[in-house]
């Protein structure tokens, strides 16, 4: 058996979300919607299905989806892309897995920032990458000048960012990724940025890629998800930008890993893609609805509740709502004793993690959040002091 892999526990998400089936309870753990993807994207791709090829599409992605990622970035982020810098993956994650296959070699280094998603860091021990860990401190969670200063060095190969973050909320502004993006050029360091969440913004924040950042367009790789940007994560459609020869470098490691994606989800994404301004307007109100009506729900309960920026998620502050408990404790107490299921923050560290704070995903329902706050509050009864 290859120890990395067999010594890690089942993901947090599947943990949680097994307990959230076996006691009936409202999941506001896994950070999946129930509601808000578009009718039309799934119906192109359920007509594709029937009319189109079911057969291997080209390892890098059908034309039409490749075409599309470079049309909807130069429309949304101004990026000027070429279809050769495109490959479309099976999922964000497999398009992280590919790039960190195929740029790292045994004894690199690799900076990741904590807390963070949990498929970066096993990935990087396995390709024999040594990962340095830089610490974002809550409330803020904020990139600084003595963070960067102390993290990058030169022996830094690779960065792997996430913007929007989660499981934060944090949506990075100019003056850190602009700190970010020196340290890379200064370093001569590549970056690999986990964008997934670049739609899901609230509050009137617009994204800015890391790649267009002076000096990063010819050092970054930029991972997108459908999954985030149609409510659609079980499709499990993403890709990778990135200049060559990044591009052909992670493309290799990609055709054997899944090799290709359902070409019929591609046709509904490449469609999807496509769609005007209204859309992506209408679905950020929709969710920054849904997280203004779980924060103030919570609020009224009495628990203190984290500012969220982006993605879908919202993080509650334990110690500060009076509940003298670690986040393992009460998410494990939560979902067998009061039939709802949230994450613990401490499950995205590897070491010495934050104990106080949980992640809530308000991508529900008004009905759903409205029973997971009512049982969040019963929840929140079981540790009264």
């Given at each position: 058996?290859?120890?990395?892999?067999?010594?890690?526990?089942?993901?947090?998400?599947?943990?949680?979300?097994?307990?959230?089936?076996?006691?009936?309870?409202?999941?506001?753990?896994?950070?999946?919607?129930?509601?808000?993807?578009?009718?039309?994207?799934?119906?192109?791709?359920?007509?594709?299905?029937?009319s189109a090829s079911n057969q291997y599409p080209s390892m890098r992605g059908l034309p039409e989806l490749?075409?599309?990622?470079?049309?909807?970035?130069?429309?949304?982020?101004?990026?000027?892309?070429?279809?050769?810098?495109?490959?479309?993956?099976?999922g964000g994650t497999e398009a992280l897995t590919a790039a960190i296959i195929g740029l790292i070699e045994?004894?690199?280094?690799?900076?990741?920032?904590?807390?963070?998603?949990?498929?970066?860091?096993?990935?990087?021990?396995?390709?024999?990458?040594?990962?340095?860990?830089?610490?974002?401190?809550?409330?803020?969670?904020?990139?600084?000048?003595?963070?960067?200063?102390?993290?990058?060095?030169?022996?830094?190969?690779?960065?792997?960012?996430?913007?929007?973050?989660?499981?934060?909320?944090?949506?990075?502004?100019?003056?850190?990724?602009?700190?970010?993006?020196?340290?890379?050029?200064?370093?001569?360091?590549?970056?690999l940025v986990d964008e997934v969440w670049e739609h899901l913004l609230f509050d009137g924040r617009r994204?800015?890629?890391?790649?267009?950042?002076?000096?990063?367009?010819?050092?970054?790789?930029?991972?997108?998800?459908?999954?985030?940007?149609?409510?659609?994560?079980?499709?499990?459609?993403?890709?990778?930008?990135?200049?060559?020869?990044?591009?052909?470098?992670?493309?290799?490691?990609?055709?054997?890993?899944?090799?290709?994606?359902?070409?019929?989800?591609?046709?509904?994404?490449?469609?999807?893609?496509?769609?005007?301004?209204?859309?992506?307007?209408?679905?950020?109100?929709?969710?920054?609805?849904?997280?203004?009506?779980?924060?103030?729900?919570?609020?009224?309960?009495?628990?203190?509740?984290?500012?969220?920026?982006?993605?879908?998620?919202?993080?509650?502050?334990?110690?500060?709502?009076?509940?003298?408990?670690?986040?393992?404790?009460?998410?494990?107490?939560?979902?067998?004793?009061?039939?709802?299921?949230?994450?613990?923050?401490?499950?995205?560290?590897?070491?010495?993690?934050?104990?106080?704070?949980?992640?809530?995903?308000?991508?529900?329902?008004?009905?759903?959040?409205?029973?997971?706050?009512?049982?969040?509050?019963?929840?929140?009864?079981?540790?009264?002091?």
């Amino acid at each position: 058996m290859n120890r990395l892999f067999a010594e890690q526990p089942v993901t947090i998400f599947e943990h949680v979300s097994g307990l959230a089936r076996e006691h009936d309870a409202v999941n506001l753990g896994q950070g999946f919607p129930d509601f808000g993807w578009p009718e039309d994207v799934i119906a192109r791709a359920a007509d594709a299905l029937i009319s189109a090829s079911n057969q291997y599409p080209s390892m890098r992605g059908l034309p039409e989806l490749r075409e599309a990622v470079c049309n909807h970035y130069r429309v949304h982020q101004g990026l000027e892309l070429d279809v050769g810098q495109v490959t479309v993956t099976s999922g964000g994650t497999e398009a992280l897995t590919a790039a960190i296959i195929g740029l790292i070699e045994p004894g690199d280094e690799v900076l990741l920032f904590e807390p963070l998603y949990d498929s970066y860091l096993p990935i990087v021990r396995q390709c024999g990458g040594i990962a340095r860990i830089a610490r974002l401190e809550p409330p803020g969670w904020r990139v600084t000048q003595a963070l960067i200063d102390a993290s990058f060095s030169d022996r830094t190969k690779l960065v792997i960012f996430n913007n929007p973050h989660n499981p934060t909320g944090r949506h990075f502004d100019e003056a850190e990724l602009a700190l970010l993006a020196a340290a890379c050029v200064r370093h001569d360091v590549i970056a690999l940025v986990d964008e997934v969440w670049e739609h899901l913004l609230f509050d009137g924040r617009r994204h800015r890629p890391l790649s267009s950042l002076p000096g990063m367009a010819e050092r970054t790789v930029k991972v997108g998800s459908a999954g985030k940007i149609f409510s659609v994560t079980g499709w499990k459609v993403g890709w990778m930008v990135a200049p060559e020869p990044l591009s052909a470098a992670i493309a290799r490691a990609h055709q054997f890993i899944t090799f290709t994606t359902p070409p019929n989800l591609q046709s509904g994404v490449a469609y999807g893609l496509g769609k005007g301004q209204a859309y992506f307007d209408d679905m950020r109100t929709q969710f920054a609805a849904a997280r203004e009506r779980l924060a103030a729900g919570l609020n009224e309960a009495g628990f203190v509740t984290l500012p969220s920026e982006a993605t879908y998620f919202l993080c509650v502050d334990l110690a500060a709502s009076g509940i003298a408990a670690d986040d393992l404790d009460f998410c494990e107490r939560a979902v067998r004793e009061a039939g709802v299921a949230a994450i613990p923050l401490s499950a995205f560290y590897d070491q010495e993690p934050v104990r106080h704070i949980i992640r809530l995903c308000f991508a529900k329902r008004e009905e759903t959040l409205a029973a997971g706050i009512e049982r969040l509050r019963a929840a929140r009864q079981l540790f009264a002091r």
